[in-house]
């Protein structure tokens, strides 16, 4: 069974990621009034593709997916997922590994100067939809898309994924088929249902599914977080 976890570790270690967050200055700083000025967007882009660099061989070997990767703010938050097909999600076990070596890895490479949070987690029931790999691997689930820029259309669409690619994603919703490029997607999100969505190509919507109300005794895999303060150059 799954249940939502959530533990918190005290890091003393390196490889900050933007501004520190709120209560995340350390107590020198916090005397002296001083604190890490906030990165441009470049140079973000920049940390992305380095930690990226120096996580994905971690996750790889835990037999995971690097699901997502952000930073900003003085959160650097990766979030790991199973592999597609996969008949469970990820266990308090992999996870706690995971958090270990990426932090060990980030205190050896130390990639950014400053204070920043790192949190490791698993996608959840519902996950936000973000690239097309997101959205290729969720193909044939439900899904509501918030639209951007909308001006006569439903600024919602809700339905099955029927497919995605480079451009956008097809979802076959209760009116017919939507195509939509992503670039008129605001938000996204899988929508969690009892019961089997129906094939991409099929017609209609299973009538009995309804949205899950998950519970703590609900053998759904639900997310699950790690989270740590984190220094650069206090080394372990």
């Known amino acids: 069974m799954y249940t939502h976890v959530f533990f918190s570790l005290r890091g003393s270690s390196s490889g900050a990621v933007g501004s520190p967050g709120p209560g995340l200055v350390d107590d020198e700083n916090r005397e002296s009034g001083e604190e890490d000025e906030p990165m441009d967007q470049a140079s973000e882009s920049a940390v992305v593709r380095r930690l990226h660099t120096l996580v994905a061989p971690i996750v790889a070997d835990l037999g995971l997916d690097l699901y997502d ?3 900003g703010a003085g959160l650097l938050k990766i979030t790991v997922d199973t592999p597609p097909g996969s008949p469970g999600g990820v266990d308090v076990d992999a996870l706690s590994q995971c958090t270990r070596l990426v932090s060990r890895e ?6 950014i100067p400053g204070h920043y949070t790192l949190e490791v987690s698993s996608p959840g029931l519902e996950r936000n939809l973000r690239t097309p790999h997101h959205f290729r691997r ?5 899904v509501n898309v918030r639209l951007r820029d909308v001006v006569n259309d439903e600024r919602r669409v809700t339905g099955v994924l029927v497919s995605a690619d480079d451009q956008g994603i097809v979802v076959l919703a209760d009116d017919g088929e939507r195509s939509i490029a992503y670039s008129q997607i605001d938000r ?6 009892w019961g089997a969505a129906p094939k991409p190509g099929s017609k209609g919507r299973p009538a009995a599914s309804k949205k899950a109300r998950p519970t703590a005794d609900s053998s759904s895999p639900a997310r699950k977080r790690s989270t740590q303060s984190k220094k650069s150059g206090d080394k372990s």
């Open 138 to 142: 969720e193909v044939g689930k439900t």
């Open 69 to 71: 990767l952000e930073f």
């Open 106 to 111: 980030l205190d050896h490479s130390d990639p």
């Open 188 to 193: 996204a999100r899988t929508v969690f249902v």
